[in-house]
């Protein structure tokens, strides 16, 4: 078998080595935008490069109102971070009391496999050993589920925190040229891409090494008690992306509809009372939200990995190089990236509109590359030359070559659905083109075009998941899969700073309208949120491609957790399961969507109810009511997400309990084979409609320029589409992937009691 060439002092050294380096490099990024000041003295003094240029620029724009602009600027962001963190704090105390419950839950369900005794047990796959008490794994998987759900939650909030202080500054960069605020939009994403994917990793590593303290040889017990830090994780994912998702998309389409069709005031009007509420909503959805949601499938893969492999040879001779080949794979993730994000941001200046939707690419391609070369100089050093990998009872011979293969398999199936799903949601290609021409005829084309354009992108996606299937449970059988999952993640803090960039642009475009600045800058914003549109659809294809490939790991580690030898479609036991599980995904988007529409419909009444009876308001003359808008989006949210966010987390445990391990595999199976395919149609879909809308107002082609302008009917036509979008592209879409990673990884946690205890309607009957 041979042994790895990284020692394990090296190891040990390594992982958190980079995961520091993660964080100061953030760090160092917060700092660089934190130099732009709101205030109107340094707004003008720029650092030395090209500082004669930035200066004139802002002379000739904004002439002797410069002071007045950035005070409205702060004032505004103030306001938008005010609502975004009053957001927060009362989504975190509901989500709070549900976390304690939920941990209680864990620990009674697993400790009482064996009745809360504290003697040592058989070993689950060496009855011949002796394993620690049923009762540590319950203390210990509580534990981590905390630790999980807490990672979760801080990541979300930090990533929060850095968009709302970055929005206003990349407006005012945006005086400067598309440059500078490209730079300043693109620092602010990579600083929380950075923190999350560093964080994700220390914490992990920290609570290996203080479980160890106690289960010392017990490899088995200590990565079954660690997959509850992907439980926890992805737990506070889900609320985080269904109650964000509700609160941006009830603004969205209630500011949206009375403002840009009925009343034909721009985008981000201050007039609308309810822009403030679509400014948090950016924030609170697509960063809090992707934030959790990408740092649950992070947490997941991880688990899924260390617990095949600790079943395994690594873990059966307790080689921690080999074992911890995973968060080496993240580690090198890191630097891989740190050295991607300085291309965009040191090494090529960017010039013109046009180059920044390739700047955005090249970061993908780039850290594909630079992680195909690091994945296999990890391979090389951290694995024996051959080893053995759990497979369904039996132990399967792999080399280190095949696992590379399997992670790079993954690597690559990321960047291939990231470029389909792009070609589909991105104006500058011919679907979207066709989508807006659509428009010509009216709404309901537009509808019609859209969908089939939504259901036609899934097909490569899915060839693209199913090939890396394929070929990694071929070399490495369950193992393969959950590593080719980490492999489309390794890269996660260039894609999570792209994704991020995304709504931060939107928010400056916002602030840029708000305080009344000139219309050259606000075209420049728009520039930098229509990249960030597509780029954003990028990130989801990556969210959804991987959420496939973790629960499909996880599912591997349930199967053999629960002792089931084969699942058999053909008992009735597991086909009523699968038939269950492919519904539950529509379900849970009927919730989500019906969500939307509801707080949506209030909105548009209290919007319609400023505009007719506060007089001088149409004028501007009068202020509108933000803060009622605001308060109608937070209570909808809050209320709203707890059905759908109850749906996903007691489905495993009542089907596990009353209907046994059998019918759960049904579900699991069913979930994730339906769930794929209507969060790739849905994301793609709302994408597609949003961009058609910004290719008809930017009206850059001849042919954008004939279905324009602003406000002619294939205009309305393409808000209306963009209107049905919203909630399937950040509702609906986002948070299926959520669901299927969520419900495999609480069976794997629960597998242990399901095993022994679950099944009671059989039994009886």
Known sequence: MGSAILSDLAT?????????????????QWFLVARIKLSSHSSSSNNGKGAGYGDSLIEEEEGLNDHNV????????????????SFLFTEYQYVGVFMVAFAILIFVFLGSVNSFSTKSQPCTYNPQEMCKPALATAIFSTISFLLGAVTSVVSGFLGMKIATFANARTTLEARKGVGKAFIAAFRSGAVMGFLLAANG???????????????GDDWEGLFEAITGYGLGGSS?????????????????????????????????????????????????????GMGSDLFGSYAESSCAALVVASISSFGISHDLTAMCYPLLVSSMGILVCLITTLFATDFFEIKAVKEIEPALKKQL????????????FVSWIALPSSFTIFNFGSQKVVKNWQLFLCVGVGLWAGLIIGFVTEYYTSNAYSPVQDVADSCRTGAATNVIFG????????????????????????????????????????????????????????????IAEMAGMSHRIRERTDALDAAGNTTAAIGKGF??????????????????RASISTVDVLTPKVFIGLLVGAMLPYWFSAMTMKSVGSAALKMVEEVRRQFDTIPGLMEGIAKPDYATCVKISTDASIKEMIPPGALVM???????????????SGVLAGSLVSGVQIAISASNTGGAWDNAKKYIEAGASEHARDLGPKGSDPHKAAVIGDTIGDPLKDTSGPSLNILIKLMAVESLVFAPFFATHGGLLFKIF
């Open 12 to 28: 040990e050294i390594v992982i958190p080595v980079c995961a520091v380096i993660g964080i100061v490099f953030s760090l160092v």
């Open 201 to 215: 990793l220390l914490v992990l590593y920290i609570a290996i090494n203080l479980f160890k303290l106690y289960y």
């Open 236 to 288: 506070m994912a889900l609320f985080g992306r269904v109650g964000g998702g509700i609160y941006t998309k009830a603004a969205d389409v209630g500011a949206d509809l009375v403002g840009k069709v009925e009343r034909n005031i721009p985008e981000d009007d201050p007039r609308n009372p309810a822009v403030i509420a679509d400014n948090v909503g950016d924030n609170v959805g697509d960063i809090a």
């Open 543 to 560: 969210a959804i491609g991987s959420a496939a490939l973790v629960s499909l790991a996880l599912f591997g580690a349930f199967v053999s």
């Open 451 to 510: 969908l089939a354009l939504g259901y036609k992108s899934v097909i490569i996606p899915i060839f693209a998941i199913a090939v890396s299937i394929f070929v990694s449970f071929s070399f490495a059988a369950m193992y393969g899969i959950a590593v080719a999952a980490l492999g489309m993640l390794s890269t996660i803090a260039t894609g999570l700073a792209i994704d991020a960039y995304g709504p931060i642009s939107d928010n400056a475009g916002g």
């Open 365 to 376: 391609i780039i850290s594909t590359i630079l992680m195909t070369v690091g994945v296999a």
């Open 650 to 664: 007691l489905t495993p445990l009542i089907v596990g309990t009353f209907f046994g391990v059998e019918t759960l």
């Open 70 to 85: 950035v005070a409205k600027c702060a004032e505004i962001q103030n306001a938008i971070s005010e609502g975004a963190t």
